[in-house]
């Protein structure tokens, strides 16, 4: 996908971490949740992910780096319920970024 620069972008909630540059990138993205578990959200750069409910950010409950031989880099999980979700993307070092979600079995 590919992200705005950080100042034209409208976040719902402010990120937790100061992000740095200025000329960092952000987005946000809309996520159904078919049934409640844990997903993991996966990207191809070190970016910032906060998952959004009902106004609140969802907790993440573990993180980590991929096998350096994939084109994803990080991981971070999180407890889903089913429903809509909003996914803030934010601190990216560039414009593009690929990203996965996906039920952890």
């Known amino acids: 996908m590919t992200l705005q ?12 971490q100061v992000r740095t540059p200025d000329d960092h990138h ?25 998952i959004i409910r009902d106004g609140k950010a969802v907790p993440s409950i573990a993180h980590g780096a991929m096998a350096p031989c994939t084109t994803l880099r990080k ?5 889903l319920a089913a429903g809509d979700h909003v996914v803030q993307l934010s ?10 979600v996906t039920a952890k079995p």
């Open 26 to 50: 952000a987005g946000l993205l809309r996520l159904v949740i078919p049934g409640s578990g844990t997903y993991r959200f996966s990207s191809s750069t070190p970016l910032w992910v906060d």
């Open 5 to 16: 620069p950080t100042a034209a972008v409208r976040l719902p909630l402010a990120p937790e």
């Open 91 to 100: 601190g990216n070092p560039g414009p593009g970024v690929t990203v996965m």
């Open 75 to 79: 991981v971070v999980e999180f407890p």
